[in-house]
């Protein structure tokens, strides 16, 4: 009896095996056919590519992030710091493609600058001897996230270039690859970490275009010095799907084909600027038109005109989030034009995508140090050599934003969500009656009350001519 039920035992455990397996095989192959007529839906040929494609690692449809408390803000103690640091976002967002075995527009490609500052009178910016230190909360790799694995999968074909799985693309510099952690390079006075292959999916499969970065600077010995956090935007919803359907980017080839007479289906992945250029890949322009100029200019001739945000992220995303440029909309015609005035200047020579852009001196009239002349914003230097990002946050995220990680190094250095140094951190209707009674309060190197100029200095004069922007004693547009 004893070996009958041994035996029974023995054969019941492997035909669960057996079931197992078979469910598995099952999961599998339906998994590989739903892939396999994804890529090939709009396609006359199933390409060498799309069959490597049909072998990319799709990982797990993501959700939204659900709302939650902001994290609180760890506050730095300012007064008795030796050094400080600020750190932004180069753009204010990055956009990647959701998929790349069809259309491809951009990489996975997120950049984060950094300014150290040594307090003291005066403050010093400051790169020797020290390292700087990035990762990203809740996001160590992206390759099995989505489908952006395609773009390792498919990096050769589309950038000339084999990329290891979570190393990312670096047009400033190839011979480095970066990663989702790592230390950032030393410039003339700041640290960079460029190319970062970032993705909106964290390593809980939750989807939010608001990745916050963590920044550690250590000196000689690796002692932390100073730290903070900094918004990582990136989002994929390129959202091209409410005119060109479920299928976007096939469709987007195949109405390519027919207008144009090419050939863009049978060649997927495709990658756009290998075309049209596009300065933010480093591909100049050729004989057809910049590809900024292409879109715009050939969505600006539909009968009903597509709105920013329709194409751009988008209605999850709100590319542009400071609450004193933004909009329901983006407000993005304001500073940009409408898309036929994105075209026509393309077109016309007056500008060139990614290199010239609009200027916050169009709005910001009369105020010292605003204009920047042909140096882009996130570029510039203001104040002491401080970038203007330093201060203000990344362009279409200047503070305050609707987004506490865009506000972290406000709220982290002075408790308000204002531009690092301003009297409203403070002060909500008055800047004060003039340099005497500023003075009084606030001058010197023991004030009666230390103010946001403390974050970098040590002792605050009262000439006004060397503050920010030539400070004035009213409120500014």
Request: proline residues 6%; negative net charge; glycine residues 6%.
């Amino acid at each position: 009896m004893k070996k009958s039920v041994k035996v029974l035992t023995i054969l019941l455990v492997f035909a669960l095996l057996l079931f197992f397996s078979a469910c598995q095989n099952g999961v599998s192959s339906a998994t590989t056919i739903e892939t396999s007529a994804q890529q090939t839906a709009s396609s006359e040929s199933v390409t060498e590519t799309t069959a490597v494609n049909q072998t990319s690692t799709i990982g797990e449809p993501p959700t939204i992030k659900p709302v939650t408390s902001p994290e609180p803000v760890a506050k730095t103690d300012v007064i008795n710091s030796e050094y400080i640091v600020f750190a932004w976002n180069d753009l204010g967002m990055h956009c990647l493609n959701p998929t790349y075995d069809t259309a491809v527009i951009l990489p996975p490609y997120n950049t984060i600058w950094a300014q150290v500052i040594k307090r003291g009178n005066p403050p010093q910016i400051v790169t020797e001897s020290l390292t700087v230190e990035y990762s990203f909360v809740d996001n160590t790799y992206s390759y099995g996230k989505a489908s952006y694995g395609q773009f390792w999968d498919n990096a050769q074909k589309l950038f000339g270039a084999t990329v290891e799985k979570d190393k990312g693309l670096n047009l400033k510099d190839p011979s480095v690859s970066n990663g989702l952690s790592g230390t950032m390079a030393v410039e003339t006075d700041h640290f960079e970490v460029v190319g970062v292959p970032l993705t909106p999916v964290d390593d809980s499969n939750f989807w939010s275009a608001y990745q916050v970065a963590k920044i550690v600077v250590k000196d000689s010995s690796g002692s932390v010095v100073a730290e903070t956090r900094a918004m990582a935007p990136v989002s994929d919803e390129i959202n091209c799907a409410k005119c060109h359907g479920s299928d976007a980017f096939n469709d987007i080839l195949s109405k390519h084909d027919a207008k144009n007479n090419t050939t863009l289906v049978s060649q997927k992945p495709v990658l756009c600027a290998s075309c049209h250029g596009d300065p933010a890949l480093g591909s100049p322009k050729s004989e057809v038109p910049y590809l900024s100029e292409a879109i715009h200019g050939f969505h600006a001739t539909l009968s009903t005109v597509p709105a920013c945000y329709d194409c751009h992220p988008g209605d999850k995303t709100k590319c542009s989030r400071s609450i004193a440029h933004s909009d329901q909309d983006g407000n993005c015609v304001t500073c940009h034009g409408d898309l036929s005035q994105i075209a026509d200047s393309i077109k016309s020579g007056t500008k060139v995508p990614w290199v010239n852009e609009p200027k916050c001196a169009t709005c910001h009239e009369g105020i010292a140090e605003v204009d920047t002349g042909d140096t882009l914003y996130r570029n510039a230097i203001g104040h002491g050599g401080v970038y203007c990002a330093s201060c203000h946050s990344s362009p279409h995220s200047m503070v305050p934003t609707t987004q506490q990680a865009d506000n972290y190094q406000a709220l982290q250095y002075q408790g308000k969500a204002v531009s690092i140094g301003s009297c409203a951190a403070c002060h909500p209707n008055s800047k004060g009656e003039g340099t005497n009674d500023y003075g009084e309060v606030h001058g010197g190197s023991n004030p009666e009350t230390y103010n946001a100029c403390f974050i970098c200095h040590t002792s605050v004069n009262t000439d006004t001519t060397k503050w920010p922007h030539g400070f004035q004693w009213k409120q500014r547009p």
